[in-house]
């Protein structure tokens, strides 16, 4: 446990790229959309009927889905992060598994960090009515609609998740680099296609259709949850033969 | 003494070429120990399966006592500081900062005086450094650690000789006070000759010789003079260099020689000469494995 936390400080040694970088990543695309609402007018459009031009109100608010760039940075950070770092800590006399675990616990403490930051900044937004001009950047709906409570959960599941599938991704890439990571994506893709083939043949679309629909955001965030730790193992059985 | 290392009939197979070759040694703990040999020899291969950062193809290694591979209680006890060592995007300090963490015995007097010795500067990116300084960024790691088995790949890659004489200099001093067990593995046999106590030398993934730095000094003589004067005091030893200027004669003789060999010697108007470490290494990488391991027996 004590090398597990050591680990997660030498990630954190240079402190600004996995603090930082995802806020200011997001805070560019949350300014870039603020200047667009500002702009555009306000929740109606114009349409052109026989009785000449109406204007209605828009039938979604403001729904960016800008959030969505922290999401990919914490992929970028968990695969940065750990492809890099690996030789100079064995180097060092630790383990691959405490330095799988102590990234991995670094990755979800950071995840569960930001993601109440997400759920807090979803409640400002609430508060102000859209920042004041009506943009719905930190909601994005059936997702990240709920009680705040249930925005942490699942934006916290949701980033650890990535931060973990980019784990996976370097530490592939330290093992058999660029070969190494294309095969990996196909074999992924061939996993995906299994399944379409498997629900096609069984003819089964409907029951998927049926089981998705009646999934509530909750239930979303459980299935990440199982898919997280699926990724968690395949990244440790990846790392558990890596050589520097 | 206690055995640290304990290698037994460890190969590592790639591909398409053997790196060891049912390699087996002993270490005894809180020594010096020079792992000599040409490039391509194994001798990163061997101190990376020591390290745990590769794997052997069969063979076992103990290091005190239980196998190094993912086991920590053993890790934790060891640093390597490799030639080719890559960092992350961080600053001189970092690294150290890093390393301080896990090393209970870290001596941070130790790393500034040593930071200063070599004028690396600790504000610099390390991907900045020259090589020089690289290298000395991982000797200063490899020594402020106080691991009790500390091995150095290569350590004075692109080092000048001032710089390398400080290395020598310092782990000397430091070894003096903080015994452990330490293994370096080198190209500069004679600049290193000095201060190792042991001396294991690897060919073609094989071990071509163990011995105390010592017993060496003396296994080997170069002989000269006269064709027929060499012949008649060479008939009956081991022989193996032979190289011939006009009439003169030049051999390397093995085993040791005592008075009467060196006054006759000297009645036959014959020059001897010891063989340097570096020479012997050179002569003994040149030899068939079997005439080797009549030397070091």
């Given at each position: 446990?004590?090398?597990?936390?050591?680990?997660?400080?030498?990630?954190?040694?240079?402190?600004?790229?996995?603090?930082?970088?995802?806020?200011?990543?997001?805070?560019?695309?949350?300014?870039?959309?603020?200047?667009?609402?500002?702009?555009?007018?306000?929740?109606?459009?114009?349409?052109?009927?026989?009785?000449?031009?109406?204007?209605?109100?828009?039938?979604?608010?403001?729904?960016?889905?800008?959030?969505?760039?922290?999401?990919?940075?914490?992929?970028?950070?968990?695969l940065?992060?750990v492809g890099r770092?690996l030789p100079?800590?064995?180097?060092?006399?630790?383990?691959?598994?405490?330095?799988?675990?102590?990234?991995?616990?670094?990755?979800?403490?950071?995840?569960?960090?930001?993601?109440?930051?997400?759920?807090?900044?979803?409640?400002?937004?609430?508060?102000?009515?859209?920042?004041?001009?009506?943009?719905?950047?930190?909601?994005?709906?059936?997702?990240?609609?709920?009680?705040?409570?249930?925005?942490?959960?699942?934006?916290?599941?949701?980033?650890?998740?990535?931060?973990?599938?980019?784990?996976w991704f370097g530490i592939v890439y330290r093992r058999w680099s660029l070969f190494g990571v294309t095969a990996f994506v196909?074999?992924?893709?061939?996993?995906?296609?299994?399944?379409?083939?498997?629900?096609?043949?069984?003819?089964?679309?409907?029951?998927?259709?049926?089981?998705?629909?009646?999934?509530?955001?909750?239930?979303?965030?459980?299935?990440?949850?199982?898919?997280?730790?699926?990724?968690?193992?395949?990244?440790?059985?990846t790392?558990?033969?890596a050589t520097v | 003494?206690?055995?640290?290392?304990?290698?037994?009939?460890?190969?590592?197979?790639?591909?398409?070429?053997?790196?060891?070759?049912?390699?087996?040694?002993?270490?005894?703990?809180?020594?010096?120990?020079?792992?000599?040999?040409?490039?391509?020899?194994?001798?990163?291969?061997?101190?990376?399966?020591?390290?745990?950062?590769?794997?052997?193809?069969?063979?076992?290694?103990?290091?005190?006592?239980?196998?190094?591979?993912?086991?920590?209680?053993?890790?934790?006890?060891?640093?390597?500081?490799?030639?080719?060592?890559t960092?992350?995007?961080?600053?001189?300090?970092?690294?150290?900062?890093?390393?301080?963490?896990?090393?209970?015995?870290?001596?941070?007097?130790?790393?500034?005086?040593?930071?200063?010795?070599?004028?690396?500067?600790?504000?610099?990116?390390?991907?900045?450094?020259?090589?020089?300084?690289?290298?000395?960024?991982?000797?200063?790691?490899?020594?402020?650690?106080?691991?009790?088995?500390?091995?150095?790949?290569?350590?004075?890659?692109?080092?000048?000789?001032?710089?390398?004489?400080?290395?020598?200099?310092?782990?000397?001093?430091?070894?003096?006070?903080?015994?452990?067990?330490?293994?370096?593995?080198?190209?500069?046999?004679?600049?290193?000759?000095?201060?190792?106590?042991?001396?294991?030398?690897?060919?073609?993934?094989?071990?071509?010789?163990?011995?105390?730095?010592?017993?060496?000094?003396?296994?080997?003589?170069?002989?000269?003079?006269?064709?027929?004067?060499?012949?008649?005091?060479?008939?009956?030893?081991?022989?193996?260099?032979?190289?011939?200027?006009?009439?003169?004669?030049?051999?390397?003789?093995?085993?040791?020689?005592?008075?009467?060999?060196?006054?006759?010697?000297?009645?036959?108007?014959?020059?001897?000469?010891?063989?340097?470490?570096?020479?012997?290494?050179?002569?003994?990488?040149?030899?068939?494995?079997?005439?080797?391991?009549?030397?070091?027996?």
């Amino acid at each position: 446990m004590r090398t597990w936390r050591d680990v997660a400080r030498y990630h954190l040694v240079v402190p600004w790229a996995p603090l930082l970088i995802p806020w200011a990543i997001l805070a560019g695309s949350f300014l870039v959309n603020l200047v667009i609402f500002a702009l555009a007018p306000d929740g109606q459009h114009t349409v052109v009927t026989s009785h000449g031009p109406v204007s209605v109100p828009n039938a979604t608010s403001g729904y960016t889905g800008g959030v969505a760039s922290i999401y990919i940075v914490f992929l970028i950070i968990g695969l940065n992060l750990v492809g890099r770092s690996l030789p100079f800590a064995l180097s060092l006399g630790v383990s691959r598994r405490s330095y799988y675990a102590g990234s991995a616990a670094l990755g979800v403490a950071l995840a569960v960090a930001d993601g109440l930051v997400l759920a807090v900044l979803q409640l400002i937004e609430r508060a102000t009515d859209g920042w004041g001009v009506r943009m719905d950047f930190f909601r994005v709906p059936y997702f990240l609609a709920g009680p705040w409570y249930l925005t942490w959960l699942t934006s916290s599941v949701a980033l650890a998740l990535l931060f973990i599938y980019g784990m996976w991704f370097g530490i592939v890439y330290r093992r058999w680099s660029l070969f190494g990571v294309t095969a990996f994506v196909i074999a992924q893709l061939a996993v995906v296609l299994a399944g379409v083939l498997l629900v096609a043949g069984a003819n089964a679309w409907a029951g998927v259709g049926h089981f998705f629909t009646g999934l509530t955001a909750a239930g979303l965030t459980g299935l990440l949850a199982g898919l997280a730790l699926l990724l968690l193992a395949g990244g440790h059985a990846t790392i558990r033969r890596a050589t520097v | 003494m206690t055995t640290a290392i304990s290698v037994s009939g460890l190969t590592r197979r790639y591909r398409d070429h053997l790196a060891l070759d049912q390699v087996s040694l002993e270490v005894e703990s809180r020594s010096i120990i020079g792992l000599l040999g040409r490039n391509g020899a194994g001798k990163t291969t061997l101190l990376r399966i020591l390290a745990g950062q590769e794997f052997p193809s069969s063979g076992s290694v103990l290091v005190h006592g239980a196998a190094p591979a993912e086991n920590e209680a053993v890790l934790r006890r060891m640093v390597f500081v490799r030639e080719d060592q890559t960092y992350p995007d961080f600053r001189v300090r970092h690294a150290l900062r890093v390393a301080s963490w896990f090393y209970p015995h870290w001596s941070a007097e130790l790393a500034d005086a040593l930071l200063a010795d070599f004028g690396l500067p600790a504000g610099r990116p390390v991907k900045k450094l020259s090589r020089g300084m690289r290298s000395a960024l991982g000797i200063v790691i490899g020594l402020a650690a106080r691991a009790e088995v500390t091995m150095f790949d290569e350590p004075y890659a692109g080092l000048d000789a001032v710089a390398r004489q400080i290395f020598y200099d310092r782990l000397l001093a430091d070894y003096a006070e903080h015994p452990r067990t330490i293994l370096l593995s080198t190209h500069l046999i004679d600049e290193a000759a000095g201060l190792l106590e042991r001396v294991v030398v690897i060919d073609r993934g094989r071990i071509a010789l163990t011995a105390d730095a010592d017993d060496l000094r003396g296994v080997a003589t170069a002989v000269s003079g006269p064709m027929l004067a060499v012949d008649e005091f060479t008939a009956g030893r081991v022989v193996w260099d032979r190289r011939r200027v006009a009439s003169r004669v030049s051999v390397v003789v093995v085993g040791g020689l005592d008075e009467a060999d060196r006054l006759r010697a000297g009645s036959l108007h014959l020059d001897l000469t010891p063989l340097t470490l570096q020479q012997l290494v050179v002569q003994a990488a040149a030899q068939p494995a079997d005439t080797l391991e009549r030397t070091s027996a």
